[in-house]
């Protein structure tokens, strides 16, 4: 996002800090990318929804012709209200899901959403509701990369999907509840170098190839999400045109492997929205600590954003590029740790992922003066909680010149609207 083009300080005035500002043209454009690499009948791409889930980002993604892989119950109903239809036939919606939650059943059953089961036990528990519909699985292949450590997407110790040599006992469980697996799926994830993304990729064509026979019904492979997006400023953006050829040798051979057309699916969702938006934030104070027996001493840049707003960097030691803007932003560059406001020692956006202390080279701010955190679109506002009663942040959307509060601050009522007290036993 080029900060020229926005009323930063404007905008602040108006809603107040910290808030999320979105691009909706960063936003299509990004999606327009994403329909030249499902380009032609036989692949298609979803969005994964759970990396910024705002009604009028769904609606941007509805009109751009994209389908959605949503993770609850509440997610499927989300998309619902933006436009995406209900339905397997095709199946516009899917529900991916390790562990059925909430009303996720219910959902699935009244809408007819076609199921992704991450764990075997899932055909159970589908079959206790009375469900004889068709089913897609996720598979672990025993391989995969996320784009940290703490993101573990396929492999020993991946939580994610039924391990790779019980899929055959997987398929005759499902086929003894009169489940029918129409598709198959894995996420093995990004990879923190970006050409190991299309080589994961090529290896899960190798695999979905041998095991294809084994699945009669199977009409689609869905090879999930974890398209790179480049969060430093001196890492080259991911190259489309690399993937592209993977999709295109997957319908191929695909569809060799099982004797009929097999539809090739798609599922990215921080590369469609890590980049069309921000967490804007003002500097309240700068305080130093000073070199002592313990360590050395840092210059702490305090700000009114916390992890309750943007999580990644505390998760997971995520970097997002930093911006000062206002009275400071032409001073020389100096070391600088940037915290939040939270009564949490890891409430730091400049750290790693032991958890240590990276200070950043950026000009020294003013108190008052605004402080951006890029690339804040994806697991931004869609992870942001209301811990220590803070309330959710505002979220603005800025369309050829015109900037519409999309979401507003919660405030009191909002934090404790749950809460009741109702007798139970
Ligand atoms: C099943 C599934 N699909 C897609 C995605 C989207 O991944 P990304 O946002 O990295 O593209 C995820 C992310 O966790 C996922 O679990």
């Known amino acids: 996002m080029n900060l020229d083009t926005y009323p930063l300080n404007q905008l602040a005035a108006r809603v107040g800090t910290p808030f999320f500002l979105l691009d909706a043209e960063i936003l299509r454009g990004n999606l327009r990318r994403l329909n030249a690499l499902a380009a032609g009948p036989r692949v298609v791409a979803r969005y994964a929804m759970k990396a910024n889930s705002v009604r009028q980002v769904l ?75 068709p089913v897609a699985v996720r598979a672990n292949p025993g391989f995969g990369h996320g784009h940290v450590q703490a993101c573990d997407t396929g492999g020993p110790s991946s939580k994610h999907g039924v391990w790779h040599e019980d899929l055959e006992q997987l398929r005759q469980t499902a086929a003894a509840a009169g489940l029918t697996i129409v598709a198959l799926h894995a996420h093995i994830g990004t990879g923190p170098e970006p050409r190991e993304f299309d080589q994961n990729m090529r290896k899960l064509v190798d695999f979905f190839e041998a095991i294809l026979p084994g699945f009669p019904d199977a009409s689609a492979v869905n090879f999930g999400g974890g398209i790179p997006h480049p969060y430093r400023p001196d890492q080259p953006a991911y190259d489309l045109s690399w993937y592209r050829p993977v999709l295109e040798d997957a319908v191929v051979r695909l569809a060799r492997a099982a004797g009929r057309p097999i539809r090739v699916e798609i599922e990215p969702g921080r590369y469609a929205v890590a980049g069309m938006a921000a967490l804007v934030c003002r500097v309240h104070d700068i305080k130093t600590t000073r070199a002592n027996a313990k360590g050395p001493g840092y210059r702490f840049v305090m700000v009114d954003a916390g992890f309750c707003d943007l999580v990644r960097p505390a998760m997971y030691g995520a970097y997002h590029h930093i911006s000062v803007v206002g009275a400071g932003a032409s001073r020389t560059p100096e070391p600088l740790v940037v915290a939040g406001p939270l009564c949490e020692s890891g409430d730091v956006f400049t750290r790693d992922e032991n958890e240590l202390l990276v200070p950043r080279l950026l000009p020294r701010p003013e108190p008052g003066d605004l402080l951006v955190l890029h690339d804040a679109g994806a697991y931004g506002s869609a992870m942001s909680s209301n811990y220590v009663s803070l309330g959710r942040v505002p979220q603005v959307m800025w369309d050829a010149g015109r900037a519409t509060l999309i979401s507003r601050r919660e405030n009191l009522d909002d934090v404790v609207r749950a809460e009741c007290e109702e007798p139970l036993v």
């Not at 959605?68 to 899901?97: H, K, Q, W, Y």
């Open 59 to 133: 609606e941007l993604v509805c009109e751009a012709g994209l389908w959605i892989d949503a993770v609850s119950g509440n997610e499927v109903l989300r998309a619902m209200r933006a436009g995406f239809p209900g339905g397997t036939e095709p199946p516009r919606i899917m529900l991916t899901a390790d562990v059925f939650r909430d009303n996720a059943l219910d959902v699935l059953q009244q809408h007819h959403i076609l199921p992704n089961l991450g764990s075997p036990g899932m055909i159970r528990q589908l079959a206790a509701t009375g469900y004889y519909g």
